[in-house]
């Protein structure tokens, strides 16, 4: 909806979300490999949820021949 308020979520909820630890987070954030985030202050990061979402659905493949080649396997 495009009313909606930007919903910020919190490295422990994203964690939650994805089966990480918080660490674990913390880690692919500092190498890169994690959803997009956002800082908050000084020691806090946010991670906007459709930036989550979107960060998700551009992970998830029905097979590995989709996921190696980008495309669905014929």
């Given at each position: 909806m495009p009313n909606e308020p930007l919903r910020i979520l919190k490295?422990?909820?994203?964690?939650?979300?994805l089966g990480l630890s918080p660490q674990a987070l913390r880690v692919?954030?500092?190498?890169?490999?994690?959803p997009p985030w956002c800082?908050?202050?000084r020691n806090r990061v946010?991670?906007?949820e459709d930036a989550l979402l979107e960060w998700i659905r551009s992970r998830t493949f029905r097979s590995i021949a989709e996921e190696r080649h980008g495309r669905p396997a014929a």
């Open positions: 490295t422990r909820e994203v964690a939650a979300r692919k954030r500092m190498t890169g490999d994690s800082r908050l202050s946010g991670y906007p």
